[in-house]
């Protein structure tokens, strides 16, 4: 396969599930008022292309999903200087949904468990994102919090209340997909294979 094949078959590839995860975004099984849901596993596209093409390309097309989603669904935040909008920006938007894309580096953590890494790598990935939201909370959203309760208590059981069923979902759907699936040749995983 040429380059400018395969590269036009990643670019092509990253837009198709950069679309699925919107569409997944969609369908939400629960969702909080001041924004945050559960979806239906809408990370795991994005953290398919880490695994299929790495990191830095997986970082990528990750970075483009969360300036697609910002565009089409951006909660306006309760500040007043540019410096906290673009903190908003950053921690609830870009750095929030790029990390997805170093899921297939966390995975090398668990060298020799093809399975098991993965499932690892899609867990850290996504709880990075519930850290970048959970900073967000305190920095940006504290005025929401309730009367004498701490900001880091209110933004962590905010945040935490979609984002862990977030995190679970994404770590398990991975982990059953590479079962039956290799992410970089899309078929049957060989019987003794264990390594990425």
């Not at 292309?49 to 935040?77: C, D, H, N, Q």
């Not at 977030?166 to 770590?171: H, K, L, N, R, T």
């Amino acid at each position: 396969m040429s380059d400018s094949v395969k590269k036009t078959r990643m670019i092509t590839e990253s837009a198709i599930m950069i679309a699925l995860s919107m569409v997944l975004s969609m369908v939400k099984i629960f969702t909080l008022p001041q924004g945050g849901s559960i979806t239906a596993a809408s990370m795991v596209p994005l953290l398919i292309i880490s695994f299929r093409y790495g990191p830095k390309w997986g970082t990528f097309t990750a970075f483009v999903y969360s300036l697609v989603s910002m565009v089409t669904g951006f909660y306006p935040p309760p500040v007043t200087t540019f410096m906290n909008y673009l903190l908003v920006v950053l921690l609830d938007y870009v750095l929030a949904f790029s990390c997805l894309g170093l899921a297939s580096l966390f995975s090398r953590f668990i060298p020799g468990h093809r399975i098991v890494s993965i499932g690892f790598g899609s867990f850290a990935a996504v709880f990075i994102r519930l850290v970048c939201h959970v900073l967000s909370g305190v920095i940006i959203w504290h005025s929401y919090a309730p009367e004498g309760m701490s900001v880091w208590v209110y933004s962590i059981s905010y945040n935490g209340s979609y984002m862990f069923c977030e995190v679970v979902i994404s770590a398990v759907v991975m982990s059953l997909l590479a079962s039956v699936l290799d992410f970089k040749t899309l078929k049957r995983p060989a019987a003794k294979t264990k390594s990425l």
